[in-house]
């Protein structure tokens, strides 16, 4: 029998369906038995985990070990956790475990590292306590990328909102802002943008490219990464038909 894949969701549970249903379409099946085996533990009571970081709001630690405990419990062989923010945990969450708790930075890093030029620079959007943290900045700059972030303001009012207006449920609104951040990032300079928040993931559902810029998905490149720990090879995105 297949490996049991686990995945901590819930942060937030739109993100976690978008991780789900891009999983779903990178495996190449024929009939139900074809893909693989997933348990699903959603949790969006979780403490804001950007507020954690900025030291405005509870910790989520023990949650999130509690969550990752869950699943090994249930016979998950590999844990994926389709929230950027939640990674500045991943130490821990990580000794805490048996069995490997996929990272999703590391996923999206190795993503540009196969796809981008050295040197070449690097927009990140992302939650502003996924930023604080350098969760992207560090290994990008250690490997040789440029890694931008716009300032403050423009991320308060183009990523921060927008990011909001997915856990709302409004979508269209939440393109708008983000459109205007991608814009942003094109106009400093980069030509490749790193969605280093899932809810980024769900408005971009299966665009490569917006405004010039090449798109790096975060729950794209986990559900890749799970897949291969797994022992299965991802298709290839250019088969995967928008219209699907």
């Known amino acids: 029998?297949?490996?049991l894949l686990g995945?901590?969701?819930?942060?937030?549970?739109?993100?976690?369906?978008d991780f789900l249903d891009k999983l779903t379409k990178l495996i190449p099946a024929a009939c139900d038995q074809d893909h693989?085996?997933?348990?699903?533990?959603?949790?969006?009571?979780?403490?804001?985990?950007?507020?954690?970081?900025?030291?405005?709001?509870?910790?989520?630690?023990?949650?999130?070990i509690a969550g990752i405990r869950l699943l090994e419990a249930a016979g998950a062989k590999a844990i994926a956790?389709?929230?950027?923010?939640?990674?500045?945990?991943?130490?821990?969450m990580t000794d805490a475990s048996s069995v490997p708790?996929?990272?999703?930075?590391?996923?999206?890093?190795?993503a540009v590292a196969r796809n981008v030029a050295v040197t070449s620079r690097i927009g990140v959007l992302a939650t502003e306590g996924t930023i604080l943290a350098r969760l992207y900045q560090r290994p990008l700059i250690e490997a040789g990328f440029i890694a931008e972030a716009l300032t403050p303001s423009l991320r308060a009012q183009f990523c921060d909102a927008g990011l909001r207006k997915v856990k709302e449920g409004k979508i269209d609104e939440a393109r708008h802002l983000l459109t205007h951040a991608l814009q942003e990032f094109h106009r400093a300079g980069c030509r490749h943008v790193i969605l280093g928040c899932t809810e980024a993931s769900v408005v971009a559902g299966l665009e490569t490219t917006a405004c010039g810029v090449e798109?790096?998905?975060?729950?794209?490149?986990?559900?890749?990464?799970?897949?291969?720990?797994?022992?299965?090879?991802?298709?290839?995105?250019?088969e995967i038909s928008v219209d699907a």
């Open 36 to 64: 693989l085996p997933v348990l699903t533990f959603s949790d969006p009571t979780l403490p804001d985990r950007s507020a954690a970081i900025e030291g405005r709001g509870e910790s989520p630690e023990l949650r999130l």
């Open 1 to 3: 029998m297949t490996a």
């Open 7 to 17: 995945v901590f969701g819930g942060m937030g549970p739109a993100a976690t369906v």
């Open 81 to 92: 956790i389709p929230c950027n923010t939640a990674h500045y945990w991943h130490t821990v």
């Open 101 to 110: 708790v996929l990272s999703t930075i590391d996923a999206t890093a190795e």
């Open 215 to 238: 798109l790096i998905d975060s729950n794209l490149s986990l559900a890749r990464k799970a897949l291969r720990h797994l022992g299965r090879e991802p298709i290839e995105f250019r």
